[in-house]
């Protein structure tokens, strides 16, 4: 089994894929299943070299992405929108998590409450 030969990856491939289909067309059943051996290695070899090349590239891509992202992931909020509005982001990130976490308490005890009563 082998992938979509149309895929433009395997371009370097197309002559190899060619000379394996004329060779499949011109055979019957049994001759084809030996005398076609070596083209579908020789298909089988470039179509992993040329998967291998792609592979390299996303892997290169990713790690790129995976960098930039790293980067911007330790920025703060000052390095963003500059000191004054970071510190007042912050401020407002703080009074939010304390809003929320006042409200998750205070649900807990209120279910506690209505369990016991």
């Known amino acids: 089994m082998h992938p979509n030969l149309d895929d433009p990856n395997y371009i370097d491939c197309t002559d190899i894929i060619f000379a394996l289909q004329d060779c499949h067309q011109g055979l019957a059943f049994m001759e084809r299943q030996f005398r076609c051996n070596n083209l579908k290695d020789d298909m089988n070899r470039c179509l992993h070299e040329a998967r291998m090349l792609q592979r ?21 909020p ?17 009074d939010e998590y304390k809003q929320k976490l006042k409200n998750s ?13």
């Open 56 to 76: 390299k590239k996303n892997n290169a891509r990713a790690r790129a992405k995976n960098e930039l992202f790293e980067q911007m992931k330790m920025r703060t």
């Open 78 to 94: 000052e390095d963003i929108y500059g000191r004054e509005a970071g510190q007042k982001i912050r401020e407002q990130y703080a």
């Open 105 to 117: 308490v205070s649900f807990s005890l209120d279910r506690d409450k209505s369990k016991s009563g």
